[in-house]
């Protein structure tokens, strides 16, 4: 079971299901030609995805086009079942720095033949996740700057405000369709400037008051 860190917590926090948000930046949406949906999108990554910041990222032989984006992740401290806006803030035990790897051909193929794309998403490395900042430490989640380097080179440069649904709302969304647990995490969407990243490639992802991740392609 995979496992991470809160800051100020000396128990390590098992990881349970991992919920990330499709295009909900909106100029990450049309760089890639999509529209912004009109309801939030949602798909699944397994806890086996997860690798710490000074791990390798290996991209599976099926893809030559890797994507990184850079997200922020939230980690849930109490149960929740349809939860409501007003109250989602006080179901998060805490915030990190996440990049959702994406196997861009192998998830236009699937998408063009109408097939889930998990394939494209949830393989193994396909979630690099820093250690957690107590909730407490951030009194506005969505005033944050969100970065990605790649080589030392600006790829990713933006700002939370941006999210198109905020995390409120999220949560409330989320956990109408199932329940949220101690543990899950949820990845709240990528701003514009995704980019292929190859072996040898150093990815550095910082969000303001939350931290650093850094992993590099095997």
């Not at 109490?78 to 939860?83: F, L």
């Not at 709240?188 to 392609?217: F, H, N």
Request: glycine residues 8%; negative net charge.
């Amino acid at each position: 079971m995979r496992t991470v860190k809160i800051a100020g917590n000396p128990d390590p926090c098992p990881v349970g299901k991992l919920v990330c948000v499709g295009r909900n930046y909106a100029e990450h949406a049309r760089e890639l030609g999509n529209e912004v949906p009109e309801k939030p999108i949602f798909f699944m990554k397994p806890s086996t995805s997860i690798i710490g910041s000074g791990e390798e990222i290996i991209i599976p032989s099926i893809s030559s086009d890797c994507h990184h984006e850079v997200e922020l992740a939230v980690i849930i401290g109490k149960k929740g079942k349809s939860i409501r806006p007003v109250e989602a803030m006080d179901h998060i035990a805490g915030y990190g720095v996440a990049i959702d790897l994406t196997l861009r051909d192998v998830q236009t193929e699937l998408k063009n033949r109408g097939l889930p794309w998990e394939a494209a998403k949830a393989f193994d490395t396909a979630c690099p996740l820093s250690d957690f900042v107590p909730a407490s430490r951030i009194p506005d989640p969505h005033e944050l700057r969100i970065s990605l380097r790649v080589n030392g080179e600006i790829r990713q440069d933006s700002s939370t405000s941006l999210m198109v649904r905020r995390i409120p709302e999220l949560l409330s969304e989320i956990s109408n369709l199932f329940t949220l647990e101690p543990g899950d995490i949820v990845l709240t969407g990528t701003p514009e400037g995704v980019a292929r990243v190859d072996s040898g490639d150093i990815l550095r992802a910082e969000i303001d008051r939350v931290g650093v991740l850094e992993v590099k392609v095997r």
